[in-house]
């Protein structure tokens, strides 16, 4: 199942997985309508990345997550925010009340759920007019350090298929049976990320797709991520192009 894709994974996903940038939270709350008053279900929570950039502005946050590891870590890293609510609770069925949530939010994970159920919850427990907002961190597929980490990745990861299938790499009109009347809002932030050897590795084994420690590919994906860190680094750090893909609209 989806939601085991991730166990035994959340320790490593909370400490080198990125963040978001703040220009995508300012656009959040400046003209999608996010307010600190706002009720928002983080759907696929994960480790909360997402969830606590929403808790520091002051908004109050579900976060529904059915992965064990990853929830639990998520109840720790945001123990100190009295406005999280954790829910063990898949995407399609979260057990949230009808009509009582400003905005739903998914970062990273909408690619894991099923589309037209998923959809069929966001009606029911959005509030009139509420909206959905996807997003996804995506690498810039045009460097050559993208292109060279892909590589390893399919040499080394069996069930890699590409950083962006199905990960938000595409047009708006690609979920057009997702948003109301086939509309959204779509925008696109700069969010490279800078890296010593330890976070660039640790944000590749990251992945769901990632060989775990013990497996045979493990160490020999190491070694290949070092040489190419060692090819692209200057002074101990590299910097990775990256940004941040959203679509928002009313379901």
């Known amino acids: 199942m989806n939601e085991e894709k991730f166990t035994g994974k959340a320790d490593i996903y909370a400490k080198y997985r990125p963040t978001y940038p703040d220009s995508l939270m300012d656009y959040l709350y400046s003209q999608v309508g996010f307010q600190k008053s706002s009720v928002i279900a983080d759907i696929g929570s ?8 929403l808790l520091q502005r002051g908004s109050l946050v579900y976060g529904v ?59 029911r427990i959005l ?52 948003f109301k009347d086939g509309i959204c809002e779509y925008n696109v932030f700069p969010n490279d990320l800078v890296f010593d050897e330890e ?4 944000r590749n084994l990251s992945a769901s797709y990632s060989p775990k420690v013990g497996e045979e590919k493990y160490q020999p994906y190491l070694s290949a991520l070092k040489r190419l860190f060692a090819k692209y680094s200057n002074s101990g750090y590299l910097s990775m192009p990256n940004f941040t893909r959203t679509y928002v609209g009313e379901v």
């Open 127 to 178: 509030k009139e007019k509420g909206k959905v907002v996807l997003l996804w961190n995506m690498r810039d597929e045009t460097s050559g350090l993208v292109r060279e980490n892909e590589e390893i990745d399919r040499i080394y990861c069996p069930d890699f298929k590409g950083f962006s299938v199905g990960m938000g790499g595409e047009s708006p009109e690609k979920y057009s049976d997702f």
């Open 65 to 123: 997550e059915p992965n064990e590891d990853m929830r639990r870590t998520a109840e720790k890293e945001l123990s100190q925010y009295p406005d999280f609510i954790s829910v063990d609770a898949p995407a399609e069925s979260t057990g949230l009340e009808d009509s009582g949530i400003d905005f739903v939010t998914v970062a990273q994970a909408f690619h894991w759920f099923d589309r037209q159920r998923f959809r069929a919850e966001c009606k």
């Open 46 to 53: 994960g480790t909360g990345k997402f969830s606590q950039l």
């Open 199 to 202: 976070g660039f590795i640790g």
